[in-house]
């Protein structure tokens, strides 16, 4: 690979067109010369291999950027559907040589393309090789690399595009010739090379050398590539990324020598503009962002008064970090419109009302959540209850479930379909079932989170079901038998979520979970303090380009800002139980959202842990169909029909989470909680460290690793002002066993 961009450079200098990085200016030639080397039909070895079980061509690695760092992880792979390919040109004739009729290894060539075939996808959604969506793959797990690898043809039968990137990482570093190692792995480089992969696709599109529309693009991944999903949808074409790609060389974006930039391509003689922005995204677990998380954590926590923590020094921490939370979410002046959230939050029997959205603090009037109410909460106590009621609502849509009953014996086929909603409600409610294995039946649900901006409502699916029940998600099983939202096959094995688990410094992370000690890595609190106070001041000095990695990778920061492009939509899905991110974060980037136009969901799955599947009818494709009908003028939102359960799974016992000590169902169907009870549950299931990632050794989402003698770097400034201010309380507190 490395040979072949070689050659094209030397091509293009030959013809008098100087790489930028020769010069260190944008020159017109520096611009011609990327452009013609991320040409895919100037690459010789580009090779597409024919699936015929999928109807898909595959694109073998190819790199996107012209300096890549880490080669092996700044590269890109494009699965098209064969519909919209009449075959491979093999001696650049622009006539098709081979075939999927013919093809019968991998074939070096370029893509013919009929612009006038149509795929009509499994929900009913119809797209043509100029119109099709494009979906980005984000890895990144644990925010670390990403190794290339060949895009999956797990959406080819919908007519979409599929991309697969890698990316670099936390963990990453380079050594020179003289032996000497640098490390190269710090933010934003995971999102900067999904960027100039995004780029680069959409590049050989406007060329005519794929398939699909750079409009309709959506990004989606689990765990750290949930929020790279998210924060390449939040951040989209935003300039504050534009050095960081120009300096790997991504096409597309450059500087000129008086400092400005040019973000055009030169298509057919005529500067086009190429965005690196998403159209939507469909983000799992997407943990971040990691600015609030502490805080966020800590305060659902403390919420739960019954909650026992590790340690008192934890305890007190976490206190402490609520209180910072209050304050944090006090001074942000948020307000949401009661229509746009589907909730009756201030009781008027109306959704006409702008709500301020604030935390209060009353030891007396909220004992059971230890001093904490308000409008802020009253939300996030709204959300959390639809989302439970949804699931509820559409249990017969469960594939592979395994229904028990009372005495714990299986039902049998004709029960099951004999089963009322209100059956499965009070079953589902006392715990009463087992589910499936795979990316329809695993864990987690739906969760509407409260309806659609603009109208307070879900799509108008058929029948009343539940979010639409077609387009079935890909048959993926997880690593711990989970089934996953997103399709692991097509990112990297130490990206994909599974591989990568969360829980010791052994396993790949940085996550001490359920420690009784404080720190193993500090004796004392003058020790602890001041590795944060060094961490955080080397973060705040800024980068090369004088940026705060933090700052940077906040979606919070450019939702809505000027110079990005906002999506047209967000989906964030997690498990209500996980403890790997606050349910908070998730809200706060809704809110961020609504309020800057786009149309915001979040799915807080109940009984779903960290990265839950699709189930109940949903899954990935349906969401795009849906969207694409919403927002494309001219086309229809898909109605595809549901398919309840009508036989039982084969489990031998129900493993399902009694909700009955929280969870109340009325005679009508409807369930209700208090805040505190919700809570309970929702802090039950959470085992990652508390009160959150960056407060004792092995953070996990952090910007480098750490391992069993050393934290990884320290970067919450929250924690560092709670040790700061309360140093009084929490000194004494500190390892003392």
Known sequence: MKKTLAILLALAMALGMLPAWAEGAAEASDKAAIEAALNLANNPDQEWTYNSEADAWTLSVVTAVTKPVIEDEEGVSVCVPG????????????????????????????????????????????????????????????????SNTTAAATYAAEGYINVACGNRGKQDSTTNSAGETA??????????DQKAAARFVKYNILLGNLPGSVDYWVSTGGSGGGAHAAMFAATSNNPDFWDYQIEVGAVGVYRNADGTYCTTVNIDGEEVELSDGAWGCVAYSAITSLYEADMALAMEYTLNADFNFNTDFQQALAACLSQAYMDYINGQNLTVDELAVGFDLDGDGALNSTIALTIEYDEEQYADTNGYGGTYLDLYLAELTENLQWYVDNLAYAEGWTWFDAEGEALTDEEVAAMTDADRAQAFLEGRYAKGSTGRGGMGGHGMGGGFPGGGERPDFADGGPGGMGGNPPEMTGADGNGRGFDNADVAENSAGDEMDVGT???????????????????SYDELLAAYEADIAEIQAGDAYGNNIVDLYNPLNYIGAEGTEDPAWMRIVCGAVEGDIAMFNSLNLQLAALNAGIDATIEWQWDGGHVPGEVLGNSLALWVDTMYGEYVSGVETVKAEAEAQTTNGTAESATGTDLSGWVTLDDGGLVSFTLADGMAYRTSGASKAVPGFDVIDYGQEDYVFGDSDTDARHWSEWVLKALRENREALEPLFNAG
């Open 505 to 523: 410094p052994d396993a790949g992370t940085t996550q001490a979970a359920g420690s009784g000690t404080d720190s193993n890595n500090y004796a």
């Open 183 to 192: 490390y190269t792995g710090d933010a934003p480089s995971c999102l900067v």
């Open 83 to 146: 519909a919209y390919v009449t075959g491979i040109d093999t001696d650049g004739d622009g006539a098709a040589d081979v075939t999927a009729d013919t093809a019968t290894e991998a074939v070096k060539g370029c893509l013919v393309i009929d612009y006038e075939a149509e795929i009509t996808s499994t929900n009913g959604q119809t797209y043509t090789a100029a119109t099709a969506p494009v979906i980005l793959n984000t890895g990144a797990a644990g925010y670390g690399n990403s």
